[in-house]
T-cell receptor, first 115, second 112 residues
Framework: AQTVTQSQPEMSVQEAETVTLSCTYD???????LFWYKQPPSRQMILVIRQEAYKQQNATENRFSVNFQKAAKSFSLKISDSQLGDTAMYFC????????????FGKGTKLTVNP | ETGVTQSPTHLIKTRGQQVTLRCSSQSGHNTVSWYQQALGQGPQFIFQYYREEENGRGNFPPRFSGLQFPNYSSELNVNALELDDSALYLC???????????FGQGTRLTVV
């Protein structure tokens, strides 16, 4: 069974600064993917970034990047140049390939970007 | 290309009643998954449908059931509602074999 743990219930950052959200996971699968989703007050889950477990290179999407440590089963999200619109709940999630491709989510981190 | 749409957006039901939630998947997607998100928690997988067949189920009782139609839209039915069923219900569509899922805005169900 897969599990995802986010140990930071809430975080805050000043606008234009950098913040890192933590996530650890556990899985017995060899082929899996990791994701960070953003959920603003509008409630819709928006994919921020994804990482294939077989790739050693860390994924990057504009101001968002990850630090994927496979051996440590760690998958943190770094947000650079934080913007007010980044204020949201952030969920770390994993999915394994084969069979039912269900997402397993952590409990989330509430990020507030202060002006 | 249309996104994932869910209806209704909000719903209030009484304990013991039955409810049906609806989801229209993104154009071209053949797989629909449903998740329950309780307040302050991450989403929990309920079940997934692929080509009108259930393709995996989470730890939810049989009173949670679903359907997928030939156009790949889907319904989530919950019978004998309990207070603990109060949650945000999210639908996600994807294309089988691809891991990226696109979510709707959810249905907020309140059971009183």
């Amino acid at each position: 069974a897969q599990t995802v743990t986010q140990s930071q219930p809430e975080m805050s950052v000043q606008e234009a600064e950098t913040v890192t959200l933590s996530c650890t996971y556990d899985t017995s699968e060899n082929n899996y993917y990791l994701f960070w989703y953003k959920q603003p007050p509008s409630r819709q889950m928006i994919l921020v970034i994804r990482q294939e477990a077989y790739k050693q290179q860390n994924a990057t999407e504009n101001r968002f990047s990850v630090n994927f440590q496979k051996a440590a089963k760690s998958f943190s999200l770094k947000i650079s140049d934080s913007q007010l619109g980044d204020t949201a709940m952030y969920f770390c999630a994993s999915i394994s390939q084969g069979g039912s491709e269900k997402l397993v989510f952590g409990k989330g981190t509430k990020l507030t970007v202060n002006p | 290309e249309t996104g994932v749409t869910q209806s209704p957006t909000h719903l209030i039901k009484t304990r013991g009643q039955q409810v049906t939630l609806r989801c229209s998947s993104q154009s071209g997607h053949n797989t629909v998954s449903w998740y329950q998100q309780a307040l302050g928690q991450g989403p929990q997988f309920i079940f997934q449908y692929y080509r009108e067949e259930e393709n995996g189920r989470g730890n939810f009782p049989p009173r949670f059931s679903g359907l997928q139609f030939p156009n790949y839209s889907s319904e989530l039915n919950v019978n004998a509602l309990e207070l603990d069923d109060s949650a945000l219900y999210l639908c996600a569509s994807s294309l089988a074999g691809y891991t990226e899922a696109f979510f709707g805005q959810g249905t907020r169900l309140t059971v009183v």
